[in-house]
């Protein structure tokens, strides 16, 4: 829009200087006395107009743009110069601005209203001054089919505008989505460095400390050295997923059923606690980008963890499977469960950030997330949603 306006003020420098140019001319051809006066204060009347809708085009170009009644002022006021100075001399040619400034403010249908309206009054003064202009029928028709041509110009211009003006904006758009895209990659791998070189060694040489010291201790140092390698190793672990994850966030497709499988038994040969797990639904296979398995198994991962830690459970259960192109993950222990009035606010007030986690990771993903009670115990449930094409995918035998 901002280009028409501009393209608008410059038609009306392009008619003051063809007054400019032409007035001279037509001041010299005209009858003496009356004559001249006629033509000078047409010529004043129009240039007037026409700086003043070009100086302060801000304050008139959106009053013409709401009311075409105001072009509509001004070309009958351009029409002062045909009368005075007739139709046949130079002046009469800035009659053409009007419809191309109607094509490029109100499109093709104002182009056609100016021209046909132009045109009109342009036969109407050939009509009148018949007798004094003696021109031809091919004469009096070149000024009319100038108009058509130039409001069909200004149509076409403003055509051409506006798609130039979505092109310009969907390149910008473009380059402003390339840019965040840019940024999070930078990000990435700068988190993906800082991780590298700090977490990732720390836990491992937490790891070697801890197994050397259950190397030279007496058993129960040795088992909690062992414990502590343990944690720490699989921490480190946790971090170099994380770390691939960051670094190739397209990789290759996870079988998330097989992952939990494999977090399950984890989980008991590193706890103690008894924990089993089992595949519903007519899935054998889930195959998820990185991105989604990382965010299911972290959830899974603190549901078992807080069972180990806060519940006091005797044993735990895991289920995971597909039902109407739903991933369905729940996690049942037979701990003492949730402390009535537990809520999310709740929990962030003391400092306990696990819950809220799990939910956020959730939210992330777009699934749903509850945490109720099951009889003794208490039961996370994640419900995802999943594409056509990975509900299709992994179909066991019928």
Not at 31 to 52: E, I, K
Not at 121 to 144: C, D, F, K, M, Q
Not at 286 to 292: I, L
Request: charged share 20%; glycine share 10%.
């Amino acid at each position: 829009m901002n280009a028409l306006q501009a393209m608008s003020r410059q038609v009306f420098g392009f008619r003051l200087a063809m007054i400019v140019l032409a007035a001279p001319s037509a001041l010299v051809n005209a009858s003496p006395g009356v004559g001249v006066r006629l033509v000078g204060t047409a010529v004043v009347v129009t240039f007037m107009v026409s700086y003043a809708l070009l100086r302060d085009w801000e304050r008139f170009g959106p009053l013409l743009l709401r009311h075409p009644s105001v072009l509509a002022v001004d070309t009958l006021l351009g029409s002062l110069l045909l009368v005075s100075a007739g139709p046949e001399t130079t002046l009469a040619y800035v009659s053409v601005c009007t419809p191309l400034l109607a094509g490029i403010v109100y499109g093709w249908r104002g182009a056609a209203c100016f021209a046909s309206l132009q045109g009109l009054i342009l036969l109407l003064v050939y009509t009148t001054l018949e007798a004094r202009s003696g021109a031809s029928l091919a004469e009096r028709l070149l000024l009319p089919g100038f108009c058509v041509i130039t409001g069909a110009l200004g149509s076409a211009l403003r055509g051409l505008m506006l798609r130039f003006g979505e092109a310009t904006e969907a390149l910008a758009e473009t380059r402003a989505r390339l840019a965040a895209a840019e940024a999070v990659a930078a990000e990435r791998a700068r988190l993906a460095r800082e991780m590298h070189d700090s977490l990732a060694k720390s836990l491992y040489g937490v790891a070697l400390a801890a197994e050397a010291l259950a190397a030279g201790a007496g058993r129960p140092v040795r088992e909690q050295a062992k414990s502590i390698a343990s944690a720490a190793r699989r921490a480190a672990g946790e971090s170099r997923d994380l770390l691939t994850d960051l670094r190739d966030k397209e990789g290759e497709e996870l079988d998330v059923l097989d992952e939990l499988a494999s977090r399950t038994t984890d989980f008991t040969s590193r706890t103690g606690l008894p924990a089993t797990y089992r595949t519903t639904g007519d899935r054998t296979t889930v195959p998820v980008p990185p991105a989604v398995a990382r965010e299911l198994l972290s959830i899974t991962a603190e549901a078992l963890d807080n069972a180990h830690r806060h519940a006091d459970a005797t044993r735990v259960e895991v289920s995971a499977g597909v039902d109407d192109g739903v991933l369905r993950v729940t996690v049942h222990d037979d701990g003492k469960g949730l402390p009535p009035g537990t809520s999310l606010d709740a929990l962030r007030g003391a400092g306990r950030y696990g819950l809220l986690g799990m939910t956020e990771r959730a939210a992330t993903l777009g699934a749903r997330l509850s945490v109720v009670p099951a009889g003794r115990g208490t039961e996370v449930r994640l419900e995802l949603e999943l594409p056509p094409s990975v509900g299709r995918s992994g179909q066991g035998a019928a």
